[in-house]
């Protein structure tokens, strides 16, 4: 986004947080090359971890969504300042072109790095072959991978450009009490409870109770109404950020804590569900996915406050962190999948694979950020402007 200088309400803290969940890929995709439970991907080591099904579980519980929330905020924010068309065009820009000009590349890449994964962890040694890559029930084979975020958010975009030229011909009173609805349920202790019930009818449909990804180019309602829950939250958070911001910064220990427990609540019966599948109720199903979404939203809300509390300064490390995490998003899987067949078959324990690859991954990316993009027509797509050596400058990612 283009804020020069910051503007007034711009928070330094949520640019450098929303950066935080884009780095967390790195440690999320990682650990996936390790789980112990069903296979979700097709590229796995052998030694697997329970460290790594909890960093999984965790991280999953608030990284995208509280992604969402933030790019709604930061929606609201252009709306503000510079109109729903200028808006559109916008994430258009920023969105919509980066997702066409590298979806290809990085698909073709990863294909290649996923066969070369597979055949060694089958045949011992690298080689491409489409025999001996796992199949994962109900994925696309054409799909938007980890860019199913871009895909999304682009098509939210349009939707509320839609939505912004219709509200004119809503009456005055829905439309305020509207604004009022989101902003009680931002603000009063009850109000998480209420956000995370239709989330969690959504959840309970799934097989194991909780929404799955498909990554495909046509996603099923349910994807749009979690994600967009999320997004329109931000939204409304951006309209009433004077009170809402305040409340979660005074009150992020509390949020934190709450979340942890329902968190733990609904990874035990979460546990539950994926060991017996088909023998537990639909109720109980829908329990358990209103306590993981409880814990998203309280978590959310939590490093929303934390965030501004102790990151709402500038600083050049993470100033440097946020220019770069729009292209650390985009390649990091090539990283994680493609150290991970490098140290398929190393004589280490899981826990030490994951440090390498995390290590590896995080250099790789770091280094080709700063050759081939900060300062590059690459960079002018991704952050809108080149960001001169040496100097610090205002936080211009975009995928928010």
Known sequence: ???????????????????????????????????????????????????????????????????????????????ERRGALQMLRHRMRRIALPFVVFWPVVFALTVVLVLLYAHRAE??????????????????????LHM?????????????????????RLPQGLRDRIALGMRLL?????GFALLSLPLGLIGAQYPFGLLVVTGSFAPPLGEWLHHGLFYAFGYFLYLHRGALLAGYTAHASRLAWAGALCCMVSLGMLTEVHREPQSTSMAFRIVAAWAYNAATWLWSFALIGLALRHLNR????????????????????????GFGALLYGANLPAEAKMLINIAATTLMTLATYQLFVRNT????????????????????????
Do not use: C
């Open 148 to 168: 199913w975020f871009l895909y999304q958010l682009a098509g939210l975009a349009l939707l509320t450009f839609a939505a912004l030229r219709l509200a004119p």
């Open 314 to 337: 500038p600083h050049a490390a993470l100033q440097y962190m946020a220019e770069s995490s729009y292209w650390v998003y985009l390649v990091h899987m090539l990283g994680t999948i």
């Open 123 to 144: 045949r011992g040694h690298f080689g491409l072959s489409l025999e001996v890559v796992p199949t994962v029930p109900h994925a696309p084979k054409l799909n938007t």
């Open 377 to 400: 027509s690459v960079g002018v797509l991704l952050n809108g402007k080149r960001i001169p050596p040496a100097k610090a400058t205002p936080l211009n990612s975009a995928a928010g």
């Open 186 to 190: 931002g603000e009063r202790p009850w």
């Open 1 to 79: 986004m283009n804020a020069s200088p910051l503007a007034p309400d711009r928070q330094p803290a949520l640019d450098n947080l929303r950066a935080m969940m884009m780095w967390l890929g790195i440690v999320l995709h990682v650990a996936a090359n390790h789980l112990t439970g069903p296979m979700l991907l097709p590229w796995r080591d052998k030694d697997t971890s329970r460290l790594a099904d909890l960093v999984v579980s965790v991280i999953h519980v608030f990284r995208m969504p509280l992604f969402l929330i933030l790019s709604g905020y930061f929606v609201a924010m252009l709306v």
